[in-house]
């Protein structure tokens, strides 16, 4: 172990005894309590910094921060997670129009470019605190009737059963680092291009059918993925590797796809 991964962990100890939002000690009182020199403290707190534990305000000092949520990549809804974390999910439906599918969502949802879509625009909530922004498509053929009422403070996918009848099986999602831009900021309540997690997903109900395409926006300052990997076997039982996880720093203000991207099993 570093001296600044040493002392990383001599300064995590400390914040258990501070509130969030309460100021750390200075670089200098920190040197001095640590017995470590000054850019070794520096160090420690850059890499707490981009981890998300600390926030630097310049001319004011370093402070403790909401502790980050960790997002398993697995076949759980966002309510069932919040949940079991003891926080109150919930959800405000933002927006709900009709719309034509058009050439790249017919792509995703394999349907005629001209089909009727049903667009929502949902912000995901926990302890009422802005999480994540949403924006799902649906064939309005499988939902009819469906109101803005309808989808508040309640999971898409329990009504999807209760009332259409309609169970989600299987899905594939795509995860990769991006900003936030103005409408994303505003909703989340973060500064313009704040790094976040771009999550794009298609789900399938058991009788295979493609039922919805969501893109959503997830704040980086209260996400950490966390994937469990395990080794795959080829047939002649030996290792071939396992699936790589992106990290949540931002892109620089850009949303352009990478080659490589990681895909994961979604969650919706």
Do not use: C
């Not at 990549?73 to 129009?97: I, K, N, Q």
């Not at 936030?180 to 399938?204: I, K």
Request: proline content about 6%; cysteine-free.
């Amino acid at each position: 172990m570093t001296k600044t991964d040493d002392t990383r962990g001599q300064v995590l100890d400390l914040m258990e005894s501070l509130e969030v939002g309460q100021a750390i000690p200075s670089e200098r009182q920190l040197s001095q309590e640590l017995g470590v020199s000054r850019l070794t403290i520096r160090a420690a707190l850059d890499e707490l910094v981009r981890d998300g534990y600390l926030d630097r305000r310049h001319g004011s000092g370093t402070y403790v921060t909401e502790p980050k949520i960790s997002q398993p990549l697995t076949l759980t809804s966002f309510s069932e997670d919040m949940r079991r974390r003891g926080m109150v999910p919930g959800s405000r439906t933002l927006e709900l129009a009709t719309t034509s599918a058009g050439a790249r969502l017919a792509r995703r949802l394999q349907v005629s470019p001209a089909e009727r879509l049903v667009r929502v625009k949902r912000l995901r909530l926990a302890d009422a605190e802005p999480m994540a922004m949403e924006v799902l498509h649906i064939p309005e053929a499988l939902v009819p009737g469906l109101t803005k009422a309808d989808l508040e403070n309640r999971s898409f996918y329990d009504l999807l059963g209760e009332r259409y009848g309609i169970v989600i099986a299987s899905g594939t999602q795509s995860i990769e680092p991006t900003v936030t831009n103005e409408e994303e900021s505003e909703v989340l309540g973060v500064p313009l291009h704040t790094p976040a997690f771009l999550f794009e997903r298609t789900t399938l109900s058991e009788s295979g059918r493609i039922v919805e395409f969501v893109r959503s926006i997830y704040r980086g300052d209260r996400y950490r993925l966390v994937a469990d990997l395990t080794p795959q076997r080829s047939r002649n039982g030996r290792s071939a590797g396992a699936p790589r996880v992106p990290d949540g720093s931002g892109d620089g203000g850009t949303r352009r796809r990478q080659s490589g991207r990681a895909s994961a099993p979604f969650k919706p």
